[in-house]
Each structure stands twice: as structure tokens, then as C-alpha cells.
């Protein structure tokens, strides 16, 4: 059996790395524009644009937890 074939550097999302590490803390009151868009597929994931990063997160995931990682508060 043939391994799937790996994943195109092109068909990354814009923004670089996967996630919000090393960012600076979010303060909670301060506004925080967050854009989602719905990908689809059987567990319906979403795409989180937010401080100039690019995250794919499934539909189960709660949007308080998206924003605490988000602003680096656990």
C-alpha cells in the first residue's frame, strides 16, 4: 500500500505557522477582530484568521477556547 502523498508548501495557509505561539498576551478588554470561515468536510472545521495568523480548528472546539488561544491565556 502507497503512502498518501505529502502536503504542497503552496497549500499552506497564508500566516506562516499554525498557531498563535509567540505572540504577546491579548489584553481581554482591548477589541480583537476574528474572522472564521466555515471549511466544511464530516467535522465541519473552521478557519480562524486573527492577528495576522491563519488556524484550521474542527466545529466541536468551543469559540471561548479559540479566543483564549488566541490571546494566550490558558
Known amino acids: 500500500m ?3 502523498p505529502e ?4 497549500d499552506r495557509p497564508k500566516g506562516g505557522r499554525r ?3 509567540g505572540l ?4 481581554w ?6 474572522r472564521l470561515t466555515y471549511r466544511g468536510g464530516t467535522e465541519a472545521w473552521v478557519e480562524i484568521h486573527a492577528r495576522g495568523r491563519v ?3 474542527p466545529g466541536h472546539v468551543h469559540l471561548v477556547d479559540v479566543f483564549a488561544e488566541i490571546a494566550q491565556r490558558r
Open 19 to 21: 498557531g498563535w505561539w
Open 24 to 27: 504577546p498576551e491579548w489584553p
Open 2 to 4: 502507497a503512502r498518501p
Open 55 to 57: 488556524v484550521r480548528r
Open 29 to 34: 478588554r482591548k477589541p480583537l477582530t476574528i
Open 7 to 10: 502536503a504542497r508548501q503552496a
